[in-house]
């Protein structure tokens, strides 16, 4: 089905694709022509549309009607223009489709999948009209069919559908029929395999919903994350999908989700950090009552460190204004809380350390329109000439209950 001859120059932005054998030629020369498209759209529309937008979806597509363009990326890019319309090969109905595939009836051989595209109106059945799109791409294809030069059918039949009244190709009509519907099917097996083709932006696309739902992400029902865009929450997805997760899973999300703004800092969990947390009252040594065993049930005070209880996140060394975005008034304190809750089930606790240099934010000034808060951005002073040191400020993290993958650090 596949041309033979090598893939040309991209006709749209002049550069050569790359080779056929790293296996991005497909990614990049769609992606190359979707993002050429998407500006050439915005202009049409920003023009005022109508017939101009119908002579802008035909001058595109005769942009991709050349012999060595592959059926695929063509089929791809048509349903990009005509996003609105019922896919082909899907549950129909038929009539709302806005692309219709014949099968070329020449005897002579074709060098590509495609010989023809054509925008053509929307023509109605016994005098009623159809509910969709007013045009229709008609592609003429090469293979897979009833006619033309790999017919399977006797000579003279092909023959005769060959010459046949241009007008009124009754008989080729008829066999379109079929090869709409096959050529559909093909399209829709292949396209299963054809990520670049089937993500959208947007995230709404089948493909990024099951991705996402392997990472325990139900946006079926409900919405992606708020803070997080969708092409975050898919490069999280292969941690998210893992069952055991550790303090290194934590460390690579925060790190990915806050690459741009963290620059040369680094992230790092530090495990079993421990915490002191109140033991109830009916747990209490009572003598002569209850947990009175001595060297068993039988504790003194109220309170007990529990080592496994907390992890404390570390983030350093920071600049100013990253260090001030990351206190709990700042605004990357909410991104924080929401990836540590993805990759965190269990009920732990959980701090921040911000480490910065004391060069970085400063000396103190009375007059200076920000406030000055002791331990955050304002520490008391060393000697004069000494070397600036690393202070670090450990700030809670208050994660909600409940959310989350499965394990945690």
């Given at each position: 089905?596949?041309?033979?001859?090598?893939?040309s120059?991209?006709?749209?932005?002049?550069?050569?694709?790359?080779?056929?054998?790293?296996g991005?030629?497909?990614?990049?020369?769609?992606a190359?022509?979707?993002?050429?498209?998407?500006?050439r759209a915005?202009?049409?529309?920003?023009?005022?549309?109508?017939?101009?937008?119908?002579?802008?979806?035909?001058?595109?597509?005769?942009?991709?009607?050349?012999g060595?363009?592959?059926f695929?990326?063509?089929?791809?890019?048509?349903?990009?223009?005509?996003?609105?319309?019922?896919?082909?090969?899907?549950?129909?109905p038929?009539?709302?489709?806005?692309?219709?595939?014949?099968?070329?009836?020449?005897?002579?051989?074709?060098?590509?999948?495609?010989s023809?595209?054509r925008?053509?109106?929307?023509?109605?059945e016994?005098?009623?009209?159809?509910?969709?799109?007013?045009?229709?791409?008609?592609?003429v294809?090469?293979?897979?069919?009833l006619?033309?030069?790999?017919?399977?059918?006797?000579?003279?039949?092909?023959?005769e559908?060959a010459?046949?009244?241009?007008?009124?190709?009754?008989?080729?009509?008829?066999?379109?029929?079929?090869?709409?519907?096959l050529?559909?099917?093909?399209?829709r097996?292949?396209?299963?395999?054809?990520?670049?083709?089937?993500?959208?932006?947007?995230?709404?696309?089948?493909?990024?919903?099951?991705?996402?739902?392997?990472a325990?992400?139900?946006?079926?029902?409900?919405?992606?994350?708020?803070?997080?865009?969708?092409?975050?929450?898919?490069?999280?997805?292969?941690l998210?999908?893992?069952?055991?997760?550790?303090?290194?899973t934590?460390?690579?999300?925060?790190?990915?989700?806050?690459?741009?703004?963290?620059?040369?800092?680094?992230?790092?969990?530090?495990?079993?950090?421990?915490?002191?947390?109140?033991?109830?009252s009916?747990?209490?040594?009572?003598?002569?009552?209850?947990?009175?065993?001595?060297?068993?049930?039988?504790?003194?005070?109220?309170?007990?460190?529990d080592?496994?209880?907390?992890?404390?996140?570390?983030?350093?060394?920071?600049?100013?204004?990253?260090?001030?975005?990351?206190?709990p008034?700042?605004d990357?304190?909410?991104?924080?809380?929401?990836?540590?809750?993805?990759?965190?089930?269990?009920?732990?606790?959980c701090?921040l350390?911000?480490?910065?240099?004391?060069?970085?934010?400063?000396?103190?000034?009375?007059?200076?329109?920000?406030?000055?808060?002791?331990?955050?951005?304002?520490?008391?002073?060393?000697?004069h000439?000494?070397?600036?040191r690393?202070?670090t400020?450990?700030?809670?993290?208050?994660?909600?209950?409940?959310?989350?993958?499965?394990?945690?650090?």
């Amino acid at each position: 089905m596949a041309s033979s001859q090598r893939p040309s120059a991209d006709p749209l932005n002049g550069e050569e694709p790359p080779d056929e054998e790293s296996g991005e030629l497909a990614t990049l020369s769609l992606a190359s022509r979707l993002e050429k498209l998407t500006s050439r759209a915005m202009q049409v529309r920003a023009q005022g549309g109508g017939d101009q937008t119908v002579r802008f979806r035909l001058d595109t597509a005769l942009e991709f009607s050349t012999g060595d363009v592959r059926f695929t990326s063509l089929v791809a890019l048509l349903e990009r223009l005509t996003s609105s319309a019922v896919r082909v090969g899907g549950d129909g109905p038929p009539a709302e489709e806005a692309i219709r595939f014949r099968h070329d009836p020449s005897l002579v051989f074709a060098a590509g999948d495609v010989s023809q595209v054509r925008l053509v109106p929307q023509v109605s059945e016994w005098g009623v009209e159809r509910s969709g799109p007013k045009h229709v791409f008609e592609v003429v294809t090469t293979f897979l069919g009833l006619t033309g030069a790999s017919s399977p059918l006797p000579g003279y039949i092909v023959e005769e559908i060959a010459q046949e009244d241009p007008d009124r190709p009754l008989k080729r009509q008829f066999l379109d029929l079929f090869h709409h519907r096959l050529v559909s099917l093909l399209y829709r097996a292949l396209s299963r395999y054809m990520l670049e083709a089937e993500t959208t932006r947007a995230g709404d696309d089948v493909w990024t919903r099951r991705v996402l739902a392997l990472a325990g992400l139900d946006t079926y029902e409900r919405g992606p994350s708020v803070r997080l865009s969708v092409s975050q929450l898919l490069r999280l997805a292969p941690l998210l999908s893992t069952r055991a997760r550790t303090a290194q899973t934590l460390e690579r999300a925060l790190a990915d989700v806050l690459r741009e703004e963290l620059g040369e800092a680094r992230v790092s969990v530090r495990q079993f950090a421990g915490s002191w947390v109140e033991v109830e009252s009916e747990q209490r040594m009572m003598l002569g009552k209850i947990n009175s065993h001595l060297g068993r049930t039988s504790m003194l005070g109220g309170k007990l460190f529990d080592r496994a209880g907390k992890f404390i996140i570390g983030i350093s060394p920071l600049d100013g204004p990253t260090y001030h975005r990351l206190l709990p008034e700042g605004d990357l304190m909410p991104l924080v809380r929401e990836v540590v809750s993805l990759v965190v089930r269990d009920p732990l606790e959980c701090a921040l350390e911000l480490g910065v240099r004391e060069d970085v934010l400063g000396a103190f000034q009375i007059k200076n329109k920000n406030p000055a808060r002791l331990g955050r951005n304002t520490y008391l002073g060393g000697r004069h000439g000494a070397v600036p040191r690393l202070r670090t400020r450990i700030v809670p993290l208050p994660l909600p209950t409940g959310s989350g993958a499965s394990a945690s650090p």
